[in-house]
Structures are given as C-alpha cells and as structure tokens.
C-alpha cells in the first residue's frame, strides 16, 4: 500500500523548486521571445533552425493570428483507439484492437451523429509481446479507420476527419515493412483526394520552440541558455486565449516517401493544443481558415476539448469488465475445442481482496 504520508512530504519539498525553476525558465523565454519579435535576427534565426532542426515556419515567428469558430455546416469523423494486450496471467496470446469512432454532421435542415465501435482480433505467436508494435499496429488502425466512408449519404463538401493526438507517431511503424507500406498507402490516399486530416495534441511536450530559442540565445545573442520548457509551457506565456501562433512545416517527409506534416499552435483558455496536417492543406490558405474554425468550434462545443474526440474516445475505451468478457470468451471457446486456459495464481490472487 502507498505510504501517502511519505508521499505528500516529499512533494512539499520538490515542488516548490520545480515551480520557481519553470517560472524562471519562462521568465528567460518571454524576454527572448520579444527581442525575437522585432525582426532583427529573423533571417538568420531561419537559415539555423533549417539547417539543424529541419523545421520552417511561415511568415513572421511571433505572429497572432484570431481565431474564430465556423458557425457553417460541416461534418467532423473523429477517431481514437485502445487496446487490451496479451495477459500471460491469462494464458492467452491473443490481444484486441478497439477503434472508436463518432461522425456528427452539422447541417442546417437537420443535424445527426452516429457511433462506431470496431474491434479486432488478434493471435500472435511469438513468445514475447512488445507494447510499442501494438501500439504502432493500432495506430495504423486508426488511419486505415480515417479513409473509410462512413456515411455515403452526406453531400457536403467539408469533412474533417480528427484524430487524438500526433497525425504520424511512426517510431515503431517504420520498423516494420508491413505497417509501414499501410501507412505510406493511407497518406497518398489522403493527398489524392486532398482530404481534411487533422492530429489534435493536447498540452504539447515537444520541444520545437525551446530548440528555437536555444538556438537564437547561443548562436545569435551569445548568452547561455541551460532551461527546459516544452511547446505548452511556451506556449502559455506567447499566446493569447483565442489565437494561433504562425503555421510550421517539416522540411523532411514525416517517413520516407511520404507527404510532410505542417502545424500550428493554438491556445484555448489555459490549454495548449498543436495542430498537425498534411502539408498540402497549406496550397489553399482560406480553406485551412476554414478548417482551423471547426477544430475550434469543436473545441467550444466540447468545453476545452473536441466534443467529437471525446465522444470517440467513449466508443474506443476498452474498460475492466470488456477485459474480461474478452479474457472469459477465450476461455469459453477453447473450451468447446477441448482446450484450456488456465489463470496463474500470481493473477487469480491479484483479482481477490487478501487482509
């Protein structure tokens, strides 16, 4: 059992440290933030951050731009994901792969909403299980989800498709041939039917913007610069409630032959929250407008986080009692076969309350 007492001393003693030396860090990131916002170190300040962080941004570094929700029709098909890993408490090898998702059409004659749940089965037999290739296999689950159709009766001409979290975290994806020709094959289907594709990172840790400044205080100003903060805790001193800072692009394909990923930064009341999209949307500026105003209405209908995301996520979660029925179906079925599984003891003695 946690010893809290221990616990709650030790953080009166941690945090206050931590609270100063972040409030210091962002004190240093302001006042290089402004000397960055008079435009004197603007040229060669992108030629470093090019060369050695392989990132660009459009326009000028400190520009504001307000933000406001899309009050037009629109439909937004959100996608999340969960898994239930292999237990080999439970003597099983096979695992389940939930993709959730939640389509609401915004129209004004009548407006609709609907729910899909899409598990998946699988078998593995190797004698270990990697969380991270797992991971990496949902993952293209729910890109493979975002190019399905899921109602072919709509007829309007925006549909944001809205994924929770990084559009392309592909670690683990690029190791593997097979998940990696997937995800190449999704993305050019995106770029082939120009489709709204939109990754919603909550409270970005990132260092994007920290690698900025470092580099502008050692190589351009000749100062030390030893902080750490991430996109979100920049974020909160450089930009005000309803804005977007300017829009930023990846010089290198996001994966090898693949299309590359542009972002922004937003800030919603007290939250951080980056962007992610396919580079293309960037060729029609009115039109990523337009799209940046729904993800904010979104935000809005959602008080802080998109009410579709948030509906998916309901829809994907995998809760204790799924986890069992899962584990109990198992064994039922082996059973009609003439097989068995057997729980370890280590794992019957952790479902039971012991005194």
């Known amino acids: ?32 933030w402004s000397v960055l916002s008079k435009g004197e170190y603007t040229l060669a300040l992108r030629s470093l951050v090019e060369s050695r962080l392989g990132i660009t941004w459009e326009g000028e570094l400190t520009q504001l731009t307000s933000l406001i929700p899309s009050n037009h029709p629109y439909r937004v098909v959100a996608i999340d994901g969960s898994h239930c890993m292999p237990d080999h408490h439970e003597g099983s090898r096979a695992y389940l792969i939930n993709i959730g998702v939640c389509a609401i059409t915004y129209a004004e004659d009548a407006s609709s909403v ?17 969380e991270s290739k797992i991971q990496a296999q949902r993952t293209c689950a729910e890109l493979q989800a975002g190019i399905q159709d899921w109602d072919s009766t709509y007829t309007g001409d925006m549909i944001v498709t809205l994924y929770d979290g990084p559009l392309l975290p592909v670690a683990d994806i690029t190791r593997n041939a097979d998940l990696f020709s997937m995800v190449v094959s999704v993305m050019n289907c995106w770029q082939e039917r120009q489709s709204v594709v939109i990754g919603y990172v909550s409270m970005p840790q ?6 900025l400044l470092h580099l502008a205080s050692y190589e351009l100003l000749h100062e030390p610069c030893e902080w750490f903060l991430s996109d979100s805790q920049i974020g909160e001193i450089v930009i005000p409630h309803g804005n977007r800072l300017g829009l930023w692009r990846a010089l290198r394909p996001t994966i090898p032959d693949g299309i590359r990923i542009a ?24 039109r990523l407008e337009y799209v940046l105003g729904i993800v904010v209405d979104q935000v809005q209908k959602g008080a802080g986080y998109p009410i579709a995301l948030a509906e998916a996520h309901l829809q994907a979660v995998i809760a204790e009692p799924d986890r069992q029925f899962f584990y109990d179906c198992i064994a039922q079925i082996l059973g009609y076969h003439g097989g068995a599984m057997h729980r370890s003891y280590k794992g019957a003695r952790k479902r039971q309350i012991m005194i």
């Open 1 to 32: 059992m946690l010893n809290r007492v221990r616990v709650y001393g030790e953080l009166v003693k941690a945090i206050p440290q931590w609270h100063q030396g972040t409030c210091s860090a962002q004190e240093h990131a302001l006042l290089l």
């Open 114 to 130: 609907q729910f899909f749940s899409e598990p998946s089965i699988y078998c593995t037999d190797e004698g270990s299980h990697s």
């Open 206 to 211: 990132s260092e994007y913007l920290m690698q």
């Open 263 to 286: 972002w922004t930064y937003v800030r919603y009341g007290a939250e951080i929250i980056r962007l992610e999209f396919p580079e293309y949307l960037l060729n029609d500026r009115g």
